[in-house]
Structure formats: structure tokens, C-alpha cells
């Protein structure tokens, strides 16, 4: 039998019936930890995307260095100061908010010769694994999706700060940056190349905030 009280349902079986499942017990009580847990990890953290930025460089012809960024990110962060090995990331980026300065290009950025912003209007990173490499090191590594290809691909990350936030000592911050290659010829952008280099150099700078 199943009751509700103030809107949550519960169940009426009688004692002498719960008594005699411990094993089911144990196997929901285990089922409910493992549910709630990542989610208690991540609502300790929150990402401040005010201070979070994936930024790239495109080598022009040999004769300067193209800096853009993309304004319009979205990223999801499970993390534990004290288990740094069981983050987990998830970002998505919107293809059309490319920006690198100058519009026309910006414009030429979201067509089809690169991101092709219309018909695949999300880029997305999911990571798959992190691994500490020191004290304040990660390799990140995950899923990146764009063009409808999705390839792996390694940030090497590492942990710039954590402590509380100058203006507001009661406030906790973490701050990160991490720096990995994509080369977009494995997605299908191959326009230009290789005159427009394939292996594009990424940044991340992520701040989080804890709640």
C-alpha cells in the first residue's frame, strides 16, 4: 500500500514484512547513497561564469597569432577538493557566440567552412576521466563533440588557487586553468588547412564558488 503524507508517498507495509527483507534494505539504503552523493558533491561547488572563459589561437599565415574566445559557455562541475580524481565536467558552448574581434569573420567563423553554427549549434565536452599528476595537476581527459564528431581529447589542468575570496572572506573560491590542442581537421574542419593551422591551442579559466 502506498500512503502520502504532505506530498511525499510512503510506503504501509507492515512491520513484520520490512523485518523479514533485510537484504532489500541494505540494497536500498546502498542505492540511495550512491544516488545522493554525486549530487551532494556538486551542490558544494557552483561555477562562476562570470570568471569562466574558453579561449583559443589561430597562427595566421605566420605572421600573428588570432585570439578568440567563445562568450557564451555553459559548465557543470562536480568537485571535491579532497578527492580530485573523482571530478566530473560537462561544458557546453554555444557555436555561434564565437567572437574574435572582427565581425565579418566572426560571421565566417559560424558557417560552414568551421563551426557551422546552424546546424550544429552546441559544442560540448563531457569529461570521462581525471587523473592528479601532482599537487595542484590534473590530466582531464573527455568526450568533445562538435560538428556532430566526437573525439577524445587530454587538458592538462592545474589548481591556480583556493581560499577565500579577498573582498569577502566568508566566501570560498577555486580557480583553474586548463590548456589542451584540438586538432579541428579531425572534426571535418578542414578549411585552410594546413596554410590555417589544424591543431588550434584551447584555454579554460574556471572559477567555482562554494555554496
Not at 184 to 208: Q, W, Y
Request: include cysteine; charged fraction near 20%; glycine fraction near 6%.
Amino acid at each position: 500500500e502506498i500512503r502520502s503524507v504532505t506530498g511525499v508517498q510512503t510506503c504501509a507495509l507492515p512491520i513484520w514484512k520490512i523485518l523479514s527483507f533485510p537484504m532489500f534494505l541494505r540494497r536500498v539504503s546502498l542505492a540511495t547513497a550512491l544516488t545522493l552523493a554525486p549530487l551532494a558533491a556538486f551542490a558544494q561547488w557552483q561555477a562562476d561564469p562570470s570568471h569562466t572563459s574558453v579561449t583559443f589561437e589561430v597562427d595566421h599565415l605566420g605572421f600573428s597569432v588570432l585570439h578568440g574566445r567563445f562568450q557564451n559557455i555553459d559548465p557543470v562541475v562536480s568537485f571535491d577538493p579532497e578527492d580530485i580524481e573523482a571530478t566530473e565536467i560537462s561544458v557546453t558552448i554555444d557555436a555561434s557566440s564565437v567572437y574574435s574581434g572582427w565581425e565579418s569573420r566572426d560571421e565566417h567563423l559560424t558557417q560552414g567552412d568551421f563551426l557551422n553554427a546552424e546546424e550544429f549549434p552546441e559544442i560540448t565536452f563531457v569529461s570521462t576521466s581525471v587523473a592528479q599528476t601532482g599537487e595542484d595537476t590534473a590530466d582531464i581527459t573527455g568526450d568533445l563533440t562538435m560538428l556532430g564528431q566526437t573525439r577524445e581529447v587530454v587538458f592538462a589542468a592545474t589548481l591556480n588557487q583556493i581560499g577565500p575570496f579577498p573582498f569577502n572572506p566568508e566566501v570560498q573560491v577555486a580557480g583553474f586553468t586548463a590548456t589542451g590542442s584540438v586538432d579541428r581537421t579531425e572534426f571535418g574542419m578542414d578549411f585552410g588547412a594546413p596554410v590555417i593551422p589544424a591543431v588550434i591551442p584551447v584555454t579554460v579559466n574556471l572559477e567555482m564558488i562554494k555554496q
